[in-house]
């Protein structure tokens, strides 16, 4: 059963969001809170595995949320709730470990799916958006010099944290490189670890940085297929 908290401060879109998942038979939604600090308090007390996050909520507003959130459980996966899809606190809520977005008048199933995913540790945002993410978070950020590897990995995680940087699923890598999804979920887990990621955005954000993707969001590690470590 994924468990779920949803935050924001209209109450009828708390309820809805409410029905629409526990209506799914896989999901509990185990708490509501109607700002931020209550959804931080709530967050600490019911230790749920997804929340769905408003940014704009009185008194500790979204984004402060999901920075207390994550730094007293960082394992938690914040999906982000917002009315438009290019606004601007998204990009910063990402930035601080939410896990991908949703526009409030999307299709309720894409809710359903994202919540699914986000439990999972998936990808929540498509190639298209992931390119424009990331490609916003490098400009912000001060270029350094000739990229390198990121230093600690292996062979493997440099491969798959690569694929990562394309935008491609589990199951995409697993194709890719032609193992099981399993292994792809374990040495990704294991390169976020050694640098201290968050999520796959930051992950992305990371291999584009360290030039294991090109500007053309190719891998620049040619993957090798079968069971190397």
Same mark, same amino acid.
């Given at each position: 059963?994924?468990r779920?908290?949803?935050?924001?401060?209209?109450?009828?879109? =708390?309820?809805g969001?409410?029905? *629409?998942?526990q209506?799914?038979?896989?999901m509990?939604?185990?708490?509501e809170?109607e700002?931020g600090?209550?959804?931080?308090?709530?967050?600490e /007390?019911h230790l749920?595995?997804?929340? *769905?996050?408003?940014?704009?909520?009185?008194r500790? &507003?979204?984004l402060?949320?999901?920075? =207390?959130v994550?730094?007293? =459980? !960082?394992?938690? /996966?914040?999906?982000?709730?917002?009315?438009?899809?290019?606004?601007g606190n998204v990009?910063a809520a990402?930035?601080?470990?939410?896990?991908?977005?949703?526009v409030?008048?999307?299709d !309720?199933? /894409?809710?359903v799916?994202a919540?699914?995913r986000?439990? +999972?540790?998936? %990808?929540?945002?498509?190639?298209?958006?992931?390119?424009?993410v990331? $490609?916003?978070? *490098?400009?912000? $950020?001060?270029?350094?010099?000739? !990229?390198?590897?990121p230093?600690?990995?292996t062979?493997?995680?440099?491969?798959?944290l690569?694929?990562?940087g394309?935008?491609?699923?589990?199951?995409e890598i697993?194709?890719?490189?032609h193992?099981?999804?399993?292994?792809?979920?374990?040495?990704?887990a294991?390169?976020? &670890?050694k640098?201290?990621l /968050?999520?796959r955005i930051?992950?992305?954000?990371?291999?584009h940085r360290?030039g294991?993707?090109? +500007?053309?969001f =190719?891998?620049?590690r %040619?993957?090798r297929?079968g069971? +190397?470590?």
């Amino acid at each position: 059963m994924i468990r779920v908290l949803v935050a924001d401060d209209q109450a009828l879109v =708390r309820a809805g969001v409410r029905m *629409l998942l526990q209506a799914t038979g896989d999901m509990e939604v185990v708490a509501e809170a109607e700002d931020g600090a209550e959804a931080v308090r709530l967050s600490e /007390r019911h230790l749920p595995d997804v929340i *769905l996050m408003d940014l704009r909520m009185p008194r500790v &507003d979204g984004l402060e949320a999901i920075k =207390r959130v994550l730094a007293a =459980r !960082p394992g938690t /996966r914040v999906v982000v709730l917002t009315t438009f899809a290019e606004d601007g606190n998204v990009y910063a809520a990402l930035r601080a470990g939410a896990v991908g977005f949703l526009v409030k008048d999307d299709d !309720p199933e /894409r809710m359903v799916d994202a919540v699914r995913r986000a439990a +999972a540790g998936e %990808q929540l945002l498509a190639p298209s958006v992931l390119r424009r993410v990331v $490609e916003r978070f *490098l400009a912000a $950020e001060e270029q350094a010099a000739a !990229p390198s590897a990121p230093p600690g990995l292996t062979e493997r995680e440099l491969e798959v944290l690569a694929l990562v940087g394309t935008g491609l699923s589990n199951a995409e890598i697993a194709e890719e490189l032609h193992v099981g999804v399993t292994t792809v979920k374990t040495h990704i887990a294991a390169a976020m &670890d050694k640098l201290g990621l /968050r999520n796959r955005i930051q992950a992305a954000v990371v291999a584009h940085r360290t030039g294991l993707v090109d +500007a053309a969001f =190719r891998p620049v590690r %040619q993957p090798r297929g079968g069971s +190397a470590t």
